[in-house]
């Protein structure tokens, strides 16, 4: 094979500069070394994108980048933590300069905005794959956790959801649409803004939320399993983008009403469920309204179990199928 | 595709007993959450193992998977920390429940064994690979870093050096050797013993480890790199196994000295490179003759730079290979 040196990608791409104190050793020794601050608990998540399943093959390599720090910071969003450090394994079919700079460009500007330095990392030969492992910190305590919705609690979502499934299916079926409908679609599928700043906050208020990677149907679901409760949720409350909306209503897209299957099901919206007392939802209305972020009650925590979507008669609407199936589980 | 519940691999597979104290949350949520103890450092790495390239495709999952901690051990080690937790992103070709089972009943007893408890995971669809991000602990001021060493350090290497080198010829070979050289090299590639209690205790007299798992030259090389020094080694210093003496003294495996080249350079070897001042060495050879290690001095750092290698009449030996050349960059 061909010499080491030209394999050394980590440390030739991606060493940062050391700007956080936490960080002891970063990059370049058998471990990084980190000093956590004292009595703050720490969030881990780790996930793998594969090209192909969890992104089309033509994604531009910053749309890549940008989208595996984004997965993870969304998780770290969903428990409250605020962000601290990320390693990172990244498996290439080969050596491309011009795709690892525009990788490694984007990676870099990415985990400094949201101030995660990477630590660590590993290249190997193989399909494109990016496996991170994102960590951060949060005080016992202030967790959020699927486990805690009780019954009789209200149920929000952040943004609008769908979109970014109806990006990917644009892509893939090279529909004609107008430019806004495709820019805001595109945007949310390559570039999901993960709630970091308003979950922080909310954790103080909120004890139970999860982020939607699978669609909202699989996982409210979640917590559901998690929190032995049921939810009753409507149709004509979620959240959904004027351009969506535009595109369903629009006689040349085949139909005149939301596809509420995509909507519940597509997958890919990085936005936040969350559940909590009717009596402590004032405060995070006002702290989503304090923040410029659309949130939308969508329905209730009930005591026995499972989903039930209720359509605008109150009628049962049935999903024929609850996720986005991209053999993929995050633990 | 499938049903999402087939794919909940890392809940079905692989959601371990919470045994740490310090694991606030295992597997299962968007996070795992940890409270590591008041005023340790942490220590992580991540490697990620291709089948193909750095294991043969037809080694049992069972080694495979007990690979894939032991070789995040070996950086601990090499650290000198205490193993704690470790997250597993596991990519699949398909869902095959015999390989899966065998897999993770091995991961968990490795695991286990170590007292690193899982945490985390992510399954994706691909060609086979594995990464695992190791996460240790230890006192502030007690690692061993590569860029420790100094001129006058006397170079020791922990056991036998060149056997998975070996052990990987005669796999790919097929040649016909006798059982115990074929046992000694198969069980030092699929199941090397990270040096964890040995490298613990040795970090109390030693700043400066690596682990060797691109072949003594390149990984002493690193030492030399970040250290900015120099090293004379002896190759009648290396430690080599008898069995690996055996193979190369024997006329039909085509010559009648040990082959340098495999030994210096062959990789995989996960023994521990320290380099230490002479006066504390005699507390660093005492303390491996308690845990019964072998423990060798091979050389000395000097004060210029390269890395020197003499054969037994004390002239250079020259390498034209600095390591094992397979796609990958620890980082």
Redesign the interface.
């Known amino acids: 094979?061909?010499?080491?040196a030209e394999?050394?990608?980590?440390?030739e791409y991606?060493t940062p500069e050391n700007w956080r104190k936490d960080v002891?050793?970063g990059?370049?020794?058998?471990?990084?070394?980190?000093?956590?601050p004292?009595?703050q608990?720490?969030?881990?998540?780790?996930?793998?994108l594969?090209a192909g399943?969890?992104f089309p093959v033509e994604t531009s390599p910053a749309d890549i980048a940008y989208k595996s720090i984004a997965v993870g910071l969304s998780?770290?969003a969903?428990?409250g933590?605020e962000p601290a450090?990320l390693?990172?394994?990244l498996?290439l079919p080969d050596i491309n300069s011009d795709w690892l700079q525009s990788f490694s460009k984007s990676f870099a500007k990415t985990s400094k905005d949201y101030d995660l330095q990477l630590?660590?990392?590993?290249?190997?030969?193989?399909?494109l794959?990016i496996?991170v492992?994102a960590m951060?910190l949060?005080e016992?305590g202030l967790?959020m956790?699927?486990?805690n919705a009780k019954p009789g609690d209200l149920i929000y979502v952040t943004g609008s959801l769908g979109d970014a499934a109806l990006g990917l299916k644009l892509l893939l079926s090279n529909t004609s649409v107008d430019q806004e409908i495709l820019d805001l679609c595109l945007s949310k599928l390559n570039r999901p803004v993960p709630r970091i700043n308003f979950a922080r906050a909310a954790a103080k208020h909120c004890s139970c939320?999860?982020?939607i990677s699978?669609g909202l149907a699989?996982d409210l679901g979640h917590i559901l399993d998690?929190s032995q409760c049921s939810a009753e949720i409507y149709l004509d409350k979620l959240p959904v983008s004027r351009q969506l909306e535009k595109y369903y209503t629009n006689p040349d897209h085949g139909k005149l009403e939301v596809d509420w299957k995509l909507v519940l099901a597509g997958g890919d919206d990085y936005e936040l469920c969350m559940t909590l007392p009717e009596e402590q939802s004032a405060a995070l209305v006002s702290l989503a309204e304090s923040m410029a972020l659309s949130l939308t009650r969508i329905g209730r925590v009930g005591s026995t179990n499972g989903l039930q979507i209720l359509d605008e008669n109150r009628q049962p609407f049935i999903l024929d199928k609850?996720?986005y199936?991209?053999?993929?589980?995050?633990?």
């Open positions: 094979m061909a010499d080491k394999f050394d990608l980590i440390k991606f002891v050793l990059v370049g020794d058998d471990c990084a070394l980190l000093a956590p004292t009595g608990q720490l969030a881990l998540t780790v996930d793998t594969v399943i969890h998780d770290l969903a428990m933590a450090w390693t990172l394994a498996t630590i660590g990392g590993d290249t190997t030969q193989g399909p794959a496996t492992q951060g949060l016992p967790s956790q699927r486990g939320a999860i982020d699978d699989a998690a609850s996720g199936e991209h053999f993929d589980n995050n633990g």
